[in-house]
């Protein structure tokens, strides 16, 4: 493997679920909790991977328990056995049949088969159940509604092999809401799914007619929609406004869940630093090249396109407070829970709020300090512990 350095509540009293990892006790107010909803904290881990990854952001548990991780940034994709302590890297590092740029993720699809995500060479690659690279495609598709290129990255694909991803604005425009777009590979069709707030943004712009600049610069830790896709093809989205969840329904009907009520959390220079430094957990933003040779065009994207260190955060146009939740992809787990990663004061252990197939709050479940889910497996929850110079470790726990 290569890898790249780089309100006050109630007093909770533990239960059961010891012997499991599990601590389970009553919630509070403290800290994103919601008093009356369960809580468990979650304990050791049942098996965790000693070397290290530059990022990890999607895991793809393989029928016998092996498990398939791309690292975009160190440019490889693995398969291990977290139990036994075996590795192997397959393909390697080109734009040939068996080679990828920038592998960024991996999702299941029909007959074990497997999607790699290939942002460096702008293409979608179907792996077979024994790891062997297949068809390719671009991500780039045609947007029917809209007339337009758009990049078809998944962000959740259901049992069917449909592909769920956003639509893309044009670069001069600042649109309130983005669509969901489902893309059926077998048949080429792309049809939108519903639509979702997008976090805030800055619009400036400079020049005259004939020489015009604009600019358009996204608010950090402003409000914005989150979503996520179950397996059966229903689409869960956390709405901003007031908190609740939203399950939109195979047949296009929505069945949503009672607001949650919150505790905003203020923006110190804590919450700001932190900000920065979440921005490294998915390998900072995300370029765009796009391509054009002889009447063609070649879209593709890399993964590390952030921000500077050295910036000064007191330029940004902060907003008083956190939303309640991270505008991140929503995973939902194999009994078709949604898991909403909650905002926190600085420095506080992560915590994800569960919600049931009626969008109600099932749950919570705090995770040990430095982590976050990254995916699912058979009665296995995947996290990634990110240690104090960015690297990443995969780590299986029982799913609560």
Known sequence: MRTKEAAKGMVCVLV???ASGLAVGCAGGDDGATEGVQEVQLGEAEAAWAEAFSVVSTVRELPGGRVLVADPL?????????????ADTIGGL??????????DAVWPLPGDRTLLVDLGNGRLTVLSPELEFGDTRPFAVMDPAAGSVVMAIPQGVDAMGR???RSMPAFDQNPDSLKILRLDLDTEET????????????????GDAGNQNVRITPVPLSPEDAWGVAEDGRVVVARAGDYHVDWIEVDGSVTSGPPVPYTPV????????????????TGGGLGIQVMQANGSMRITATRGAGGDDDDNLDDYPWPEVKPAFYARPIRVDR?????????????????????????ALAMSVVLPMGRRVVGFGEGALYAVRMDEVGLQYLERYAVP
Do not use: C
């Not at 049809?191 to 400079?206: C, Y």
């Not at 252990?349 to 049931?356: E, G, K, M």
């Open 335 to 359: 009994t078709g829970r949604a898991w909403v990663r909650r905002h926190q004061r600085a420095g506080a252990s992560p915590r994800y709020d569960l919600f049931d197939g009626t969008g």
């Open 16 to 18: 059961a679920g010891l």
């Open 163 to 165: 592909l769920y991803f």
């Open 191 to 206: 049809d939108s799914v519903g639509m979702f707030k997008q976090q805030g943004r800055t619009r400036e712009e400079s």
């Open 74 to 86: 160190s440019q490889v994709v693995v398969w291990l056995d977290m139990d036994a302590g075996a």
């Open 266 to 281: 203020r923006i110190g220079q804590g919450e700001k630093e932190e900000w920065r430094e979440n921005g490294s957990e």
């Open 94 to 103: 080109g734009e040939g049949p068996a080679e990828y740029r920038q592998p």
